[in-house]
């Protein structure tokens, strides 16, 4: 099908019981925001603090001092800030939500976006990939032993617990016509990243297997 049959049919009242539409949900993105804001007002609260602190007195004892200050003061503000702009996109987001939307079909795999619209055949989606998000077990293993919190799951995609960097949250795949990276999401706005994923592959391999059948 053409991408706009499909969004039409999404959009309609007679959706397949086999299609899975999803909108976004806007009660996600604003706990997101709010969540932003309070890692962000944290963030330029120290990053002011430390500012205070360390300007001019510590970039008049040598390059060592300064490079570390500087490079301190970087990430507090890249924390603080960025935050900031995060919760401005997510408010952005809640603004234009029927601007987006997601669509996998047994045939193909269609995004919405102000930007435009990504369509791909589901026979041309391969390398489903998930990227930097723990298994439910694990989430929860980590829960009882104390290990799990909102404040250090917003900043774990900088940090990770013992200092590792981490990689961003991302579900993606390869479109096989061009080998490019389609980016899916790289959050739960649609649906539980986990879920999608699972729907992705079970469409891609069926129709894998229809081919090769």
């Known amino acids: 099908m053409q991408a706009d049959e499909v969004l039409s049919r999404a959009r309609s009242a007679n959706v397949p019981p086999n299609w899975n539409v999803w909108p976004l949900r806007r ?36 390059n060592g001092s300064i490079v570390l200050t500087g490079l301190v003061l970087i990430i507090l503000a890249v924390a603080g800030f960025g935050g900031l702009g995060v919760a401005v996109y997510d408010f952005w987001r809640i603004a234009h939500t029927e601007s987006f939307l997601l669509i996998v079909t047994p045939e193909d ?53 013992f200092g590792k960097p981490r990689v961003a949250p991302s579900l993606a795949f390869i479109d096989t016509r061009t ?21 992705l592959l079970i469409h891609a391999k069926g129709k894998e297997r229809t081919y090769t059948g």
């Open 109 to 161: 795999y269609v995004k919405v976006e102000p930007r435009g619209i990504t369509h791909v055949p589901m026979e041309h989606v391969a390398n489903v990939t998930l990227r930097g998000v723990k298994a439910p077990a694990e989430r929860d293993l980590e829960a009882q032993r104390g290990g799990y919190s909102v404040t250090s799951h917003m900043l774990g995609t900088w940090v990770g617990n």
């Open 179 to 199: 080998n490019q990276e389609i980016v899916v999401c790289t959050d739960n706005t649609f649906d539980e990243m986990i879920v999608v994923e699972e729907i």
């Open 27 to 62: 009660d996600v993105v604003l706990r997101s925001a709010l969540g932003w804001i309070v890692t962000g007002i944290v963030g330029v609260a120290i990053f002011t603090a430390a500012a205070v602190a360390t300007i001019p007195g510590n970039f008049t004892k040598g």
